[in-house]
């Protein structure tokens, strides 16, 4: 693997990384804690949405989060052919 | 059948099933007893970590608090699970790549120091002691309170249980004792749940439950807890009672800690592929998010169900309260065991539960004749062990829980152990002490060094020292402040050099152990503590529990700033750096 290839290839990884911490600091403390009074002013069925994201939704997205880099990363792999 | 016949048939046949196992997956090289051999499927390692993770704490305790904090409880659900996004995206793949044995040894290698092992070690050692005392003493707690023995026996009895699995089959054993183990508390944990939020709302799923209409008063079940709490002077289940600052920073510190705790970290060690461990971590918080999303409808379900056991009528009419002679069956079975009492402070024979201590509240209360709140004490645990009580569900529901608690504290006991026997085999003895040692005595050493881990554990869970209560923000802001930051310093930062890693690391440490001790006292010792442990005089309002956060920022500046005015680390370190981050070329983890 050539230096350029494996620069590429770190930067593609750390560009993924960061998109994907943003959104997990934006549903737990940005929707969970930061805005969760503004969140609460809107229900979805007997739930508050900011106390929705913080006792479930962020959970649910951070499953979501971790499978969605599996699978991204996994690509890139076979891209960059650095794969098992 | 009787509850105690129940108790003993459901307990015994999930122990037979532990020791079954335990003699089937008998570890015979250091790979199988570090590692499992490496070649433990992703699904299943993700269960064995779920089961691994959710301690007795979790399974318990939670619950409770979470019933009676409401939405501030909200920083344990996040800060308990979104560490798994941080290890999986930033720690799992490449230790997983790295291919050694332990996390200490990760340290030595990339910062080529032994004295950075060393550090290594000695927080792993401190972190996981102390967590291992608590799920000791959980063991004795769930069968003195289920099967009537006393505490001794029955921290003995789970004593023999996982030396039989953890010394005979290392990590082999306890993976597959930790599969079958996460099977029973997954089910000890929601079937009750789903009964009850059948019982209140007609839905099934505790999930959808709680955001579900409330049957019998035909309004959303939050907003009817709500309403039921705020007329007794209580604060809402749903509002927010803490400062924001401290809410995000507990949050950050439970994420942070989460991932830096070897215990979870090691089980990565043991998939195949780089692959493996990305998706691992996942299935381990899909298995964990089960318990952790049925746990707040647990626990908002709880709370309602006994506001409404002693508040029958309307506040303030003189019959709305339950009279004593007339409380269900199940408090005066609680009651035997100290975690709950009530006392008639106004002599009307009957239970007043409300907040005395709102100003607001008060000339309320003085006019309806009451003297004070009458449950003098409603502990957190009360919640997940009596729940299927008051929802009158089978004997066998209850039998059940005694298992899954059990199950819990186990499994997580076991893992603790590995990582701490696993710290003396191969990291003192064979990494410092006799470096020539053959894998044969290796294997003999991590044999013995988990027996004596166990003896210890046991020791300390029967004579618990005055911190075993203080584990959670101890064992966390540890693996917080020290063990995180130089993990991912060690592989994103490949300017990071050995004196920035051990002066950051005692940097991070010190910070954090010095403000909890100002609190709790100097080793938590009574009476030496240096300030009252409350708000009004933390730093900014940051509670003790929260100060991780700090001492790993601490860790990461210090780290930064000492490998930068310092040499950069070696060729072949760099090499090392580059190497980890890409999967291909990654072997079964070895020791060597």
Same mark, same amino acid.
């Given at each position: ?17 960061? @998109? ?15 805005? @969760? ?48 | 059948?009787?509850? $105690? ?12 099933? #532990? ?35 959710? &301690?007795?704490?979790?399974?318990? &305790? ?6 009676? $904090? ?28 790295f291919?050694k044995?332990?996390?200490p040894e990760f340290i030595g290698d990339r910062y080529a120091s032994q004295t950075a092992r060393l550090v290594g ?5 401190? !972190?996981?002691?102390? #967590? ?22 029955? +921290? ?19 993976? #597959?004792? $930790? ?11 929601? +079937? ?6 059948? $019982? ?36 809402? #289940? ?6 924001? %600052?401290?809410?995000? %920073?507990?949050?950050? &510190? ?153 199950? =819990? ?22 990494g ?54 130089v993990?991912?310093?060690g592989?994103?930062?490949k300017r990071a050099n050995g004196p920035g890693a051990i ?19 100097? /080793? /938590? ?5 240096? =300030? ?26 210090? !780290?930064?700033?000492?490998s930068?005015?310092t040499a950069a680390p070696p060729e072949h370190i760099q090499h090392l750096v ?10 079964? !983890?070895?020791?060597?």
């Amino acid at each position: 693997m050539t230096p350029e290839n494996r620069a590429a290839y770190w930067k593609a990884n750390l560009r993924l990384l960061s @998109v994907l911490l943003v959104i997990w600091f934006i549903v737990s403390y940005g929707f969970g804690i930061l805005l @969760v009074d503004v969140l609460n002013t809107i229900s979805i069925g007997g739930y508050k949405l900011g106390f929705w994201f913080a006792q479930q939704g962020s959970m649910y997205i951070f499953i979501l989060l971790i499978f969605f880099y599996a699978w991204r990363m996994n690509a890139l792999d076979q891209k960059f052919d650095v794969h098992e | 059948m009787t509850l $105690q016949m129940w108790t003993f048939l459901v307990v015994g046949a999930s122990f037979a099933l #532990y020791l079954g196992i335990a003699f089937w997956a008998r570890a015979g090289s250091t790979g199988e007893f570090y590692v499992a051999g490496g070649g433990i499927h992703p699904v299943a390692n993700g269960m064995a970590t779920a089961a691994d993770w959710m &301690s007795a704490a979790s399974f318990i &305790s939670m619950a409770g608090i979470i019933a009676f $904090q409401g939405y501030d409880a909200s920083a344990y659900l996040m800060g308990w699970t979104g560490g798994y996004v941080l290890l999986a995206l930033l720690l799992a793949p490449y230790l997983r790549k790295f291919g050694k044995f332990t996390v200490p040894e990760f340290i030595g290698d990339r910062y080529a120091s032994q004295t950075a092992r060393l550090v290594g070690v000695i927080c792993l050692l401190v !972190a996981s002691l102390t #967590y291992v005392i608590g799920q000791m003493k959980g063991v004795g707690v769930a069968f003195s309170r289920f099967l009537e023995v006393g505490f001794e026996t029955g +921290v003995i009895i789970g004593m023999v249980i996982v030396f039989f699995y953890a010394v005979l089959g290392g990590m082999k054993g306890i993976t #597959y004792t $930790q599969i079958a183990q996460y099977v029973v508390l997954i089910i000890a944990y929601t +079937v009750p749940a789903i009964f009850i939020s059948l $019982q209140l709302t007609g839905t099934p799923l505790p999930q959808i439950g709680l955001g579900s209409v409330e049957t019998q008063s035909g309004m959303f079940l939050l907003d009817k807890l709500n309403q039921v709490v705020t007329d007794l002077g209580f604060a809402a #289940y749903t509002a927010q009672k803490g400062s924001t %600052l401290n809410i995000f %920073l507990l949050t950050l &510190s439970l994420m942070i800690g989460t991932a830096g705790l070897p215990h979870v970290i090691i089980r990565f060690f043991t998939v195949p592929k780089v692959k493996d461990a990305r998706s691992s971590a996942g299935w381990a918080l899909v298995f964990i998010a089960i318990l952790y999303t049925t746990a707040p409808a647990v626990g908002a379900m709880a709370r309602l169900n006994l506001m409404d056991t002693i508040q029958i009528g309307p506040v303030g009419d003189p019959a709305g309260n339950v009279e004593i002679a007339q409380v269900p069956e199940w408090m005066n079975r609680w009651k035997t065991t100290g975690l709950l009492a009530w006392e008639d402070k106004n002599g009307d024979g009957r239970i007043q539960y409300y907040n005395d201590k709102s100003e607001a509240f008060k000339a309320k209360a003085e006019s309806f004749g009451w003297k004070g709140n009458e449950m003098t004490k409603v502990d957190n645990d009360i919640m997940v062990l009596a729940n299927p009580e008051i929802a009158h569900l089978p004997n066998w529901v209850i039998a059940l829980v005694a298992a899954g608690g059990l199950a =819990a504290a186990l499994s997580t006991a076991a893992g603790l152990l590995l990582a701490i026997s696993s710290a003396i085999s191969h990291d003192l003895i064979k990494g410092m002490i006799a470096p020539n040692i053959s894998e044969k005595s290796e294997l003999l050493a991590g044999r013995i060094s988990m027996a004596g881990a166990i003896v210890v554990a046991g020791y300390m869970g029967i004579n618990p020292p005055g911190f075993a209560a203080e584990v959670v923000a101890l064992a966390f802001g540890l693996a917080a402040s020290s063990i995180f930051p130089v993990l991912m310093m060690g592989i994103f930062d490949k300017r990071a050099n050995g004196p920035g890693a051990i002066i950051g690391m005692i940097a991070g440490l010190t910070t954090t152990l010095v403000y909890i001790f100002w609190f709790k006292g100097w /080793f /938590f010792i009574k009476g030496t503590e240096m =300030a009252a442990n409350i708000p009004a005089n933390w730093f900014m309002g940051i509670s003790p529990e929260a100060f991780g956060a700090i001492g790993a920022l601490v860790n990461f500046v210090v !780290a930064f700033l000492v490998s930068r005015s310092t040499a950069a680390p070696p060729e072949h370190i760099q090499h090392l750096v580059e190497d980890i981050r890409v999967p291909k070329g990654a072997g079964m !983890a070895t020791g060597h």
